[in-house]
Nanobody, 121 residues
Framework: QVQLVESGGGLVQPGGSLTLSCTVSGRIFSINGMGWYRQAPGKERELVAIITSGGLTNYADSVKGRFTVSRDNAKNTVHLQMNSLKPEDTAVYYC???????????????WGQGIRVTVSP
């Protein structure tokens, strides 16, 4: 069974930093893109950052220059380094990965359970 296990969330003061990590567990064939989305109260889920298997990245305008996404392909892990955090970064953050479980299968989206990040004095 494929699972995405997130860690690293919590409470931080404005201007502080947090690093989120997400590891894909279970037997899989390959992973394409990995990334992070977030959903704030009363808002729709939005893209935060994504990274391809080759290391190309894309960020939401609101986090450019503050957040950095990276991945360790050997460990099937993606990280999100978040600096200069603002109250508006408060949300539940979800890890996403495009995974092909079997060599004959197709890529499909998998999601983590979500991890809460709260930025508050």
């Amino acid at each position: 069974q494929v699972q995405l296990v997130e860690s690293g969330g919590g409470l931080v003061q404005p201007g502080g930093s947090l690093t989120l990590s997400c590891t894909v567990s279970g037997r899989i064939f390959s992973i394409n893109g990995m990334g992070w989305y977030r959903q704030a109260p009363g808002k729709e889920r939005e893209l935060v950052a994504i990274i391809t298997s080759g290391g190309l990245t894309n960020y939401a305008d609101s986090v450019k220059g503050r957040f950095t996404v990276s991945r360790d392909n050997a460990k099937n892990t993606v990280h999100l380094q978040m600096n200069s955090l603002k109250p508006e970064d408060t949300a539940v953050y979800y890890c996403n990965a495009e995974i092909r479980v079997y060599v004959w299968g197709r890529f499909a989206d998998y999601w983590g359970q979500g991890i809460r990040v709260t930025v508050s004095p």
